[in-house]
């Protein structure tokens, strides 16, 4: 079963997954809080898996850009504030 499945909210940043760890749900004011001097914290909805072992995804970025993503540095985030 993959890490993410497609319409999960996600934010990402090169530190973001390896801090919280794997089956993290966080809201996403403690990601901001937690990541106050990163700036590369982006937040997007998983649009599907793009390999067969299920470790990447592709992601669609707030501003409308996709990109495929490591499941490594990904982290799901709460609906709720």
Same mark, same amino acid.
């Given at each position: ?29 403690? &990601? ?12 997007? &909805?998983?649009?599907? &898996? ?32």
């Amino acid at each position: 079963m993959p890490k993410f499945k497609q319409g999960d909210h996600v934010a990402w940043g090169h530190k973001v997954g390896a801090l919280h760890g794997e089956g993290s749900v966080l809201k996403k004011s403690a &990601v901001e809080a937690t990541h106050a001097q990163e700036e590369s914290i982006s937040y997007g &909805v998983v649009e599907g &898996v793009a390999n067969t072992e299920e470790t990447w995804f592709v992601v669609a970025l707030e501003g409308g850009e996709s990109r495929t993503l490591t499941g490594e540095e990904l982290v799901l985030v709460s609906n709720e504030e």
